[in-house]
């Protein structure tokens, strides 16, 4: 592997932060459906250092698009769940955590299409759905640009570890497409920035569906300053129009490999990711179904939602149906 020259933006929260974020989180917990603004003043009391550290890299000066957070606390927890348990840690401390951070970069959103608009997503293997290439599954997840489709994807998201594998093995897969793009042609950079790429609806929001899947596009793939790129991939939905389109995906699926890093998060760790700036995946593991099985949690963070879009918010902080919205962005 290539190595990277910047090194991961990280903070570990000492005894007395992790205290106090706790009792920030458990107050936030009590709040997941106000608007922002009710949560604002709890942004202010949280430790100096964990609050500079996330700002600075929501401005974009950390161009690696990722950074970790270390030092949460989990809570008490109860087994990890086998099934869909959507309300399992309603209230729960973690919540207020994922609020807090989320806030702080933007705002906590969800998706009406997505969980029903869920806040937070629970990460877990479940039984039966171990091949599926989602949340539930365990067999690895390649690189992929969160919401790929959507015309309002998240600007930030975030996963905070609960439990890990029995094996510990289990890593999520970051990789910058500012590491990634200095491997390719020029060439190949400008196929990528072509509006000639459709992206297939992730299987999330197809659930309740029958039928092929919808797409998205015709998009780019690469797109921004030559300098400070971004990037809309995601290497099991995302096509290209014509064989030179598809060469150039699979050359940037190459690179990406090439400099990715796997960050096997350990209880209490979490990482926010630069949804444009960076793709991620997973790594495959053995689900036992134990009730000790590796159990990550998921927060999306949109810096602003159009205003036509939160007046046809039905909760302040859920996004509408796909259908709603549709051709209009």
């Keep these: 592997m290539r190595m990277l020259a910047q090194a991961l933006n990280q903070y570990r929260l000492g005894e007395s932060e992790a205290e106090k974020v706790s009792e920030l989180s458990a107050l936030a917990a009590r709040l997941s459906d106000s608007i922002p603004i009710v949560v604002s003043g709890l942004l202010m009391d949280l430790p100096d250092g964990m609050r500079k550290m996330v700002l600075d890299f929501g401005s974009d000066t950390e161009s690696s698009g990722y950074c970790l957070l270390r030092g949460v606390s989990v809570g008490e927890l109860p087994k990890t769940p086998q099934a869909h348990e959507a309300h399992i840690l309603d209230g729960h401390p973690t919540n207020g955590t994922l609020m807090l951070v989320a806030d702080l970069l933007g705002s906590l959103t969800g998706y009406q299409d997505e969980k029903s608009g869920a806040l937070f997503h629970d990460v877990h293997p479940v039984r039966g759905e171990e091949a599926r290439i989602e949340n539930s599954g365990s067999v690895a997840f390649d690189f992929h ?59 999330s929001f197809t659930r309740d569906t029958t039928g092929p899947r919808p797409s998205a596009g015709p998009h780019p793939v690469i797109f921004g300053p030559a300098d400070r790129p971004f990037m809309r991939f995601n290497s099991h939905n995302t096509q290209g129009d014509h064989p030179q389109a598809r060469a150039a995906l699979r050359s940037l699926a190459t690179a990406l490999e090439r400099v990715c890093r796997d960050l096997v998060l350990a209880p209490g760790d979490l990482v926010v990711l630069d949804n444009h700036v960076v793709v991620h995946g997973r790594t495959a593991f053995t689900p036992r179904y134990d009730g000790q099985d590796r159990w990550l949690r998921r927060f999306y963070s949109l810096r602003s939602a159009p205003l036509w879009a939160q007046r046809m918010m039905r909760h302040p902080r859920v996004l509408p149906a796909m259908t709603e919205i549709r051709g209009v962005v």
């Design 145 to 203: 640009t969160e919401n790929v489709h959507h015309p309002l994807r998240p600007d930030y998201l975030g996963l905070l570890c609960l439990r890990q594998d029995h094996d510990r093995i289990a890593a999520t897969r970051v990789s910058s497409v500012r590491d990634a793009l200095p491997l390719l042609a020029d060439d190949e950079v400008a196929e990528l920035r072509k509006p000639q790429f459709h992206s297939l609806y992730p299987t």
